[in-house]
């Protein structure tokens, strides 16, 4: 399905638009944005996908990971346009017909949030990790998401969450 958004901050007078293709979870989508749009903006307001968040403005939070052709990127320090011919994956993409993404499982059974603020760029950053390592050690685990930043839990849990979810995918 293809689907066009006009996408503008503010009121810009006379900047161009260009027109971005992007694949997001699986769906082709055809958005209309200034060049110097954000991913993050464009995810969230243009295509109302608004799991992805963010919570910083210097880069160090996270909490607007997404993967981009499988890789873990801050979408805030992506421009929109950047996007154009490359697959994006956002939270909203974790879950299958058939159920919660074991990530998204465990979470929930090693209770690894609390406000739930960072948690979709913390299942983001362990998918990456995942898909690359099936049996990471704790230590990987807390290396891949030492650039997703947690106000709630103390890390442990989310640590726990993964590994629970690492041995859920190899059992599958
Ligand atoms: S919003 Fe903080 S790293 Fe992107
Ligand atoms: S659960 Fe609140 S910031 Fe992580």
Known sequence: M???HEIREEATGDVPVRRVTVTVNGERRVVECEPRLLLVHLLRQGLRLTGTHMGCDTTNCGACTVL?????VKSCTMLGVQ???HEVTTVEGLATESGLHPLQEGFREEHGLQCGFCTPGM??????LLDENPEPSEEDVRWALSGNLCRCTGYQNIVKSVLWAAAELRSE
Request: hydrophobic letters at 45%.
């Open 68 to 72: 981009v052709d499988g890789r873990a």
């Open 2 to 4: 293809t689907s066009v």
């Open 83 to 85: 996007a154009d011919g």
């Open 123 to 128: 299942m983001l950053s362990a998918k990456a």
